[in-house]
Every structure is written in structure tokens, then in C-alpha cells.
């Protein structure tokens, strides 16, 4: 399985950016993905993750209400809006992928992208 993240980039606070990861090789169905995020000097968190077919989703409680994700199976692509973004929403964004139900921790995903890279500028 190899991830492919894009669309990261410089936004100023309050802005929007949407974040893509595509997924290729042995994508067969019934996988979760997620997407996790890494600041500088902190722990990778859990942003949110998404069911095979979109009809669950989770979110960090501290994002819910400003991110959104989703999912186009027949571009085998998963997607993250983010709005009204803040300071603190600066990070390396990976997007990650596992058989199986919705998990919170990383350790739980055994196939990740290389990460994006969001600066949001105050």
C-alpha cells in the first residue's frame, strides 16, 4: 500500500486548507484511514479518521466543528477541509491506513504517507 499526501501549505490564521492523500496497491476495501498530524518537539496526534464507506467518521474532540473528513472511494483518495485554522494547527500532516475498525493511535496504522506539511501564519 503506498499514501501519497498533498495540498499542504502556508495559510494565514483563519484561512482554509484541504488536505488529500491517495492511496494505491493492495487498496482492497473494508480499510479505515486517518489522518494524524506532528509539531515540532510534540507527540503525532490522532485528527480524525474515516470508514471504508464514509458512514463513520471520528475526530479529536479539540478539532470537530473546524475540520471535516471524507472519502472518494473511486479515486481511492481521502480528503481533510480545514477550516478556520489557527497557529496551533501547524504541522506535518500524515495520513495513514489499516483493515479493520477506526483506531486512535498511530501504532494501531501500519501503512503511512511521507506528510504534508501545514504553516499557518498568524
Known amino acids: 500500500v503506498r499514501l501519497v499526501e498533498s495540498g499542504g501549505g502556508l495559510v494565514q490564521a483563519g484561512g482554509s486548507l484541504r488536505l488529500s492523500c491517495e492511496a494505491s496497491g493492495r487498496t482492497i476495501s473494508m480499510h479505515v484511514m486517518g489522518w494524524f498530524r506532528q509539531a515540532p518537539g510534540q507527540e503525532r496526534e490522532f485528527v480524525a479518521a474515516i470508514s471504508w464507506s464514509g458512514a463513520t467518521t471520528s475526530y479529536a474532540d479539540s478539532l470537530r466543528g473546524r475540520f471535516t473528513i471524507s472519502r472518494d472511494n473511486a479515486k481511492n483518495t481521502m480528503y481533510l477541509h480545514m477550516n478556520s485554522l489557527k497557529s496551533e494547527d501547524t504541522a506535518v500532516y500524515y495520513c495513514?491506513?489499516?483493515?479493520?475498525?477506526?483506531?486512535?493511535?498511530?501504532?494501531?496504522?501500519?501503512?503511512w504517507g511521507q506528510g504534508t506539511q501545514v504553516t499557518v501564519s498568524s
Open positions: 495513514a491506513l489499516r483493515f479493520g475498525s477506526i483506531q486512535y493511535s498511530g501504532t494501531m496504522y501500519p501503512y
